[in-house]
């Protein structure tokens, strides 16, 4: 919708007219980019002191100094205080930066949290939100998330809604229904047309590398857990409006997380719901993270 307020001045007889166009893209400044064809993206979770966060950043820059980087985005999600670090060293790169949570009000008297203004203030352009392991340790709710996600919709970065089963769930075939839940109530309320770009990752509890009881994922699992995602994301959001095939492509990105490594991403990647990857444990590994990219293309 684009909007034509008009003020009109009387000074000393002569008119100021003052006209103010709003568009879609002056509400949200930051949805300029257009996400690639892949994304990968890198969280680091808790597990490096800054110095190694450092030396981990600079190792990535340097195995892809080389790398146009064209078809895909990939971005390093560091724990926050190692934030402004990684922003200086991966400047004028073509690496991009992400958090690892945010908070939902934008300022105010919200002890320890962290504002998107000060994630925006170093560049951050992808916020995970609702990952499975914030919903259990800190009872991250489905509220939340949905307050999270408006947020950084509504301040233009990218938010990367993460959604999965725990084991439990699984193996009582409850997990379409938790999958329903999850992707539901985070979009409830949000308007297709102020969407840039949602991503939304598939990451089942029980395939995550550091799960304790952790079991292997079939591919052709994934296949079917992001159509199913694809069909409730339609849904969720077409009362509002149709939306098409190329409108849901060109805003939402479905990807997978869990193990992913650089030998099973050559597999992932050959789905046709399968448009990136949210990785862990293989990330923090300089050789094995920029294999994992290499093997991407
Ligand atoms: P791993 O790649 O270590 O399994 O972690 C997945 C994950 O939780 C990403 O958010």
Partial sequence: MVYFPILIYNINN????????LSPFTLHPLTNHMLSEKIILATWKMQLSISESINLAKKIKEKLKNHKLEEIDVALCPDFLAIPAVSEIIQNTNIDLGSQNV????????TGEISIKNLKHFGVKFVIIGHSERRQNLLESDRMI??????????????VLCVGENL?????????????????????DIDINNISELIIAYEPIWSISTTKIKQEIETSEIEYTNQLIKQIVMDTLSPQK???SSEFKNKIKLIFGGSVNSS???????????QGVLVGGASLDAEEFTNLINNTL
């Fill in 14 to 21: 002569a008119k100021l007219i003052i006209i103010f166009y």
């Fill in 103 to 110: 908070f939902w009000e934008t300022k105010g008297a919200y």
């Fill in 146 to 159: 949905n307050q999270k996600i408006k947020t950084v919709i509504n301040e233009g970065l990218i938010p």
């Fill in 168 to 188: 439990e769930q699984k193996n009582n075939n409850q997990k379409d229904i938790v999958i329903m839940k999850q992707v539901r109530s985070a979009l409830t």
């Fill in 242 to 244: 149709n939306i098409s």
């Fill in 264 to 274: 099973n991403i050559v597999n992932l990647m050959r789905q046709n719901h399968v």
